[in-house]
């Protein structure tokens, strides 16, 4: 059974999604209201999947899903946000999620967001993305196939990480990033970063 931490500082919102995921066949192995409390509860019942709130009392919902994907490479993060906006969404991205939904979306979403979130938690998804990337990526002529690679770098994913997450062999990353590398005009995986950040192709 998929264990899940939801972490949200509604307890409506909390009580609600409990009640839902239960009914799905989730197990709902604990509840946070605060970055802190969704800290200890994390690395105390060491989740399958996380669904978390970026708007959190005591810090972003970026910093925790940060936190949590650099201690865990196979933890599903599914941010579940009244943010509907492409910011927000290449933000969640590139700290580390594995799927962005609005709060106004059918339970049906979500469930597919945890599902996909279980399977490949590198690889994300989300409504909207490919829009969001093309916007970001255009002055570049990325694909999103190497926007995806791209942010996965700022977590010090390593390229064998990095195929496994996206499904894909070492080679096919390699040869991605050597394209990634020729397009930014950048020697290594820091100088993309680097330029990456300057163009806000990656959102901090």
Same mark, same amino acid.
């Not at 059974?1 to 919102?13: C, K, L, N, Q």
């Not at 690679?149 to 990480?161: D, M, Q, R, Y």
């Given at each position: 059974?998929?264990?899940?931490?939801?972490?949200?500082?509604?307890?409506?919102?909390?009580?609600?999604?409990?009640?839902? *995921?239960?009914?799905?066949?989730?197990?709902?192995?604990?509840? %946070? /209201?605060?970055? @802190?409390? =969704?800290? !200890?509860? &994390?690395?105390?019942?060491?989740?399958?999947?996380?669904?978390?709130?970026?708007?959190?009392?005591?810090?972003?919902?970026?910093?925790?899903?940060?936190?949590?994907?650099?201690?865990?490479?196979?933890?599903?993060?599914?941010? *579940?946000?009244?943010?509907?906006?492409?910011?927000?969404?290449? %933000? /969640?991205?590139? @700290?580390? =999620?594995? !799927?962005? &939904?609005?709060?106004?979306?059918?339970?049906?979403?979500?469930?597919?967001?945890?599902?996909?979130?279980?399977?490949?938690?590198?690889?994300?998804?989300?409504?909207?993305?490919?829009?969001?990337?093309?916007?970001?990526?255009?002055?570049?002529?990325?694909?999103?196939?190497?926007?995806?690679?791209?942010?996965?770098?700022?977590?010090?994913?390593?390229?064998?990480?990095?195929?496994?997450?996206?499904?894909?062999?070492?080679?096919?990353?390699?040869?991605?990033?050597?394209?990634?590398?020729?397009?930014?005009?950048?020697?290594?995986?820091?100088?993309?970063?680097?330029?990456?950040?300057?163009?806000?192709?990656?959102?901090?």
């Amino acid at each position: 059974m998929t264990r899940v931490v939801i972490i949200d500082d509604h307890a409506v919102v909390r009580e609600g999604l409990h009640r839902a *995921l239960a009914a799905h066949g989730y197990e709902i192995a604990a509840e %946070a /209201a605060t970055l @802190a409390e =969704a800290r !200890a509860q &994390i690395a105390h019942v060491n989740p399958d999947v996380i669904v978390v709130d970026l708007n959190l009392p005591d810090g972003s919902g970026f910093d925790l899903i940060s936190w949590a994907r650099g201690i865990s490479k196979t933890l599903g993060i599914v941010v *579940l946000t009244l943010n509907d906006t492409d910011t927000h969404l290449l %933000a /969640a991205m590139q @700290a580390g =999620a594995s !799927a962005y &939904i609005v709060k106004s979306a059918p339970m049906i979403e979500l469930i597919a967001a945890i599902e996909h979130s279980t399977k490949s938690p590198l690889s994300f998804s989300a409504k909207g993305i490919s829009v969001a990337m093309k916007a970001a990526t255009q002055s570049f002529d990325l694909t999103a196939r190497e926007f995806d690679v791209l942010g996965l770098l700022p977590s010090g994913a390593s390229t064998k990480e990095i195929a496994s997450g996206l499904f894909l062999s070492q080679a096919t990353i390699k040869t991605h990033l050597a394209s990634i590398f020729r397009k930014l005009e950048v020697a290594n995986r820091t100088a993309a970063v680097s330029k990456a950040r300057k163009h806000n192709l990656l959102v901090d």
